[in-house]
């Protein structure tokens, strides 16, 4: 079965970082544009960053901007969203997703999540 598997989620403390990783399992990234949403309880779901799959132009929240950084390694057919200077507000569980571009209002393709706990 195809499918998006992430992967590095943790608990961390105010100010550390994180590596979230993308791989696909029996289906190629290199196809797609590789997006990270998070969702928090009671709040909506939030598109956190994009990857466009050809010519590798990025996107970002404001609420990220300058903290995390999106990537993409075809080769390994995983992408990345390095997070650093993490706080509280980070805490949600993040999903990748994919489909034909970053200006898809709505991803075709998604992963189970992993939970990312920033500790004040």
Do not use: H
């Not at 992408?79 to 994919?98: I, K, R």
């Amino acid at each position: 079965q195809a499918q998006l598997v992430e992967s590095g989620g943790g608990l961390v403390q105010t100010g550390g970082s994180l590596r979230l990783s993308c791989t696909g399992s029996r289906f190629d990234l290199s196809y797609y544009a590789i997006a990270w949403f998070r969702q928090a309880p009671g709040k909506e779901r939030e598109r956190v960053s994009c990857i466009n799959k050809r010519d590798g132009i990025t996107s970002y929240a404001d609420s990220v901007k300058g903290r995390f950084a999106i990537s993409r390694d075809n080769a390994k057919n995983t992408a990345y969203l390095q997070m650093d200077t993490l706080g509280p507000e980070d805490t949600a569980v993040y999903y990748c997703a994919a489909d034909s571009s970053c200006q898809e209002d709505t991803f075709d393709y998604w992963g189970q999540g992993t939970q990312v706990t920033v500790s004040s």
